[in-house]
């Protein structure tokens, strides 16, 4: 945690060419900034156009922004576009679940691990139909998104996942206001969980933890429509 | 993780009054919500003034609104304006700090922790500074926040603290916006999690985990300034 207890950040150091004016007149309303917010959803039905590289870029710097635990800054991005690559992060995912579908049906271990992780059941479904599409060529992990953005930070991070989440979603809501499709890619950050043997992290010359993941495309169509969310219940 | 797998979801149940028109032309532009991203900041200067409810609703809604690992939205706000309540929430992190301090200082478990866990006695000058402004009766714990947000999941949420921080993200643009004033409340959720017996729970009632917390008022000034990150480096 931090040390940067002062509050304002004062550095008579500090370059004069990294201090900008604020644009108020420019900025969002709150009006316009839910309706993004409210709109804004996981869309996995992609074309096959390519995703313009200055988007990409303002997908990153928008999650470069995010907040960071005593301003350590220590969240890094890999941005991964080479289809080898991205059929490679679906394979790795889908080669995980299937170890864990034979371990959970292995008869001896069920009936141990039905007990000690019965959650893990819930899944077994989900699983066997994702490996299933995925014998059939349907890839239900990454879909078809043309770039996979994997958000790390170093082990020392102790708010790692804290601070890869918040810029996650700047990122996230930068890509819906530039027309980008997005979606987590919670697969992959499960599969990613049981590496231990740091096997993916080694291949993409990542030296750290990766927290989240966010797959992107380009819209196969637009939405016209948002829906509720379920009440948000008591709040105080 | 998710077994909605098939992409949109059409539910034919779908009450209609749920269902909303997105209105693209309020859409803020991606140099909108650029700015917005850039200028955010941890805001600390806060004034005495009160937050105005419609602000806090939004903030609410705001986060809310964030997406959540298979849709499950099991992410839960509890916000706290009591002044009681707020002092309670620092007196219990200073509290927690105290019991740190004495702890890694205490002569024979030096030597071995010194060596598990060396991380902990970089925070060793910061807890005591927190701990000697906090007997002078300043709070750099919460500050002047005149509202705190906790953001919990229940203990079920495998992706607990992925929802809560892209939740508090998602509430903390929305506060920029309205010119609330925001910062992480990331000491707090240190102290929270070394509350073994969750008395900080009990007392407010929560029944799950709080894996993030916003200190929220109205700012002291409008800043002017924004200043860059440190360069981005290697993505690819
Ligand atoms: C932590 C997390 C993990 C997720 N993992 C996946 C995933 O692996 N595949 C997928 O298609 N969607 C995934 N999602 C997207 C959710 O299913 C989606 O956010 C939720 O259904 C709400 O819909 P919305 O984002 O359109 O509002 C994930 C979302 C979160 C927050
Ligand atoms: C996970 C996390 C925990 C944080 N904890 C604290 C905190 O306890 N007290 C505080 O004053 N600021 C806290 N901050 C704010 C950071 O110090 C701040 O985000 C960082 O210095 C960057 O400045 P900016 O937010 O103004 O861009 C925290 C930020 C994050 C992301």
């Not at 918040?166 to 499960?190: I, R, T």
Request: with cysteine.
């Amino acid at each position: 945690m931090g040390v940067c207890l002062s509050g304002a950040v004062v550095h008579s150091t500090f370059p004069q060419e990294k201090v900008h004016k604020i644009d108020y007149s420019i900025y969002p309303t709150s009006e316009q900034l839910m309706m993004l917010i409210k709109s804004r959803r996981s869309n996995r039905a992609m074309s096959n156009a390519m995703i313009p590289k200055e988007s990409l870029q303002m997908i990153l710097e928008a999650a470069h922004r995010a907040p960071t635990a005593s301003n350590s800054q220590k969240v890094f991005f890999k941005l991964i576009e080479n289809p080898d690559d991205l059929k490679y992060i679906s394979d790795f995912t889908i080669k995980t679940f299937e170890k864990l579908i034979k371990l959970l049906q292995t008869p001896i271990l069920k009936l141990i691990l039905k007990r000690i992780m019965p959650e893990a059941y819930k899944y077994l479904p989900a699983f066997n139909r994702l490996k299933i599409e995925h014998e059939k060529g349907n890839d239900l992990i990454i879909r078809k998104a043309k770039a996979v953005l994997l958000i790390y930070t170093p082990k020392s991070n102790r708010f790692g996942k804290e601070d890869a989440n918040l810029a996650y979603q700047n990122g996230s809501l930068m890509a819906e206001s530039l027309g980008v499709a997005q979606f987590y890619l919670g697969f992959v950050c499960s599969a990613l969980s049981q590496d231990k043997k740091r096997v993916f992290n080694k291949r993409f010359g990542i030296d750290g933890t990766i927290h989240a993941a966010m797959g992107l495309g380009m819209p196969l169509f637009k939405y016209e429509n948002f829906t509720d969310r379920n009440d948000i219940g008591p709040i105080s």
